[in-house]
């Protein structure tokens, strides 16, 4: 039913740029908050950043003033614009959203992208 679609992902340089989309679709009556996670070799999936329907983002430690999350709320969509990029930012990304699918019962639930791979040479 409800799908992310990930796109952007791919190969690139150290202290390059990359613009990572994601858009939902399907039965959707309302997306709440939506945000990036990505899983590095050997480690877990840890949140990158994340926005609410406001506009209201959080960032980790690791991408402050290096990355910008945004979203486009008449698109269902979701972008995440990385830039100075470093090795260790090399992962999968994963796009995830709340979405509720109808007005009774509100109930969000958490939906996740399939993953775009992201590697940084170094």
């Known amino acids: 039913q409800v799908q992310l679609v990930e796109s952007g992902g791919g190969l690139v340089q150290a202290g390059g740029s990359l613009r990572l989309s994601c858009a939902a679709s399907?039965?959707?009556?309302?997306?709440?908050?939506m945000g990036w996670y990505r899983q590095a070799p050997g480690k877990q999936r840890d949140l990158v950043a994340s926005?609410?329907?406001?506009?209201?983002?959080n960032y980790a430690d690791s991408v402050k003033g290096r990355f910008t999350v945004s979203r486009d709320n008449t698109k269902n969509a979701v972008y995440l614009q990385m830039n100075s990029l470093k090795h260790e930012d090399t992962a999968v990304y994963y796009c995830?959203?709340?979405?509720?699918?109808?007005?009774?019962?509100?109930?969000?639930?958490?939906?996740w992208g399939q993953g775009t791979l992201v590697t940084v040479s170094s």
């Open positions: 995830n959203a709340g979405i509720a699918r109808s007005l009774a019962p509100l109930q969000y639930l958490q939906v």
């Open positions: 926005i609410t329907t406001d506009g209201i983002t």
């Open positions: 399907g039965s959707i009556f309302s997306i709440n908050a």
